[in-house]
């Protein structure tokens, strides 16, 4: 019996089809072109400030380690929060308007020019119970905020800063000019905020 398997080879810019037999021993044969060794660069100071905000190799390994260490506690505790979130919207049921789930997923998807209409609407339709699932969390969250006084003060939005600088190894005032500019000064007061919501979420719970 003959077993034609389709292996196709590329050779001088034209393409050969071989046949294997079932049941036979056949011999292949291969050359080296070459071999490319990569080359990475030396872990020194200089790296450190080119891959982010760190002054030096010692500051840039200290905050890894420290990355590493937390990645399971975030795990575990974004999974915790996930199942808060859910209680909450579960025990609070409401609906929210078609053009607001809209926008959201306009946002979400990114739509290339010529793209098959049929295809997007699916992708939006299959999108749309995560877009109403981020808008409800994020709507809760904000309420939260707003009825429990969560507002984070300017004190704990330079507390944040002091903290981050250190593990960074840069100065804080310099942090704080570099986040202004980027207007990340807002999100870091509102993930402050949050922090306290679920806080609380955890202590009414009692899971906390």
């Known amino acids: 019996m003959r ?61 890894v380690r420290e990355d590493l260490g937390r990645h399971h506690e975030e795990e575990a505790e974004g999974r915790l929060r996930g199942k808060l979130l859910e209680a909450v919207i579960d ?16 946002g979400m998807i990114e739509v290339p020019e010529g793209a098959d209409q049929e295809r997007v609407r699916e992708a939006r339709a299959e999108l749309a ?16 905020v707003e009825r429990q006084g969560f507002a984070t003060t300017e004190e704990e939005i330079s507390s944040e800063i002091e903290r981050l600088a250190e593990r960074r190894g840069v100065k804080a005032p310099d942090l704080r000019r570099r986040l202004a500019r980027e207007d990340a000064l807002e999100t870091i007061g509102r993930n402050l905020a949050v922090e306290k919501v679920f806080e609380y979420l955890k202590k009414e719970s009692g899971v906390g």
């Open 3 to 63: 077993l034609l398997l389709g292996r196709r080879q590329r050779r001088r810019g034209k393409v050969f089809r071989h046949e294997i037999v079932v049941g036979t021993q056949q011999r292949l044969h291969i050359r080296l072109e070459g071999v490319e060794e990569q080359i990475l660069p030396e872990l020194d100071d200089g790296l450190a400030r080119k891959v982010g905000d760190f002054e030096s190799r010692e500051a840039l390994e200290r905050a």
């Open 91 to 106: 025990a609070n049921p409401f609906s929210l308007p078609r053009a607001l789930v809209d926008r959201y997923l306009d």
């Open 129 to 144: 119970p995560l877009a109403e699932r981020r808008l409800k969390e994020q709507l809760i969250l904000d309420h939260l």
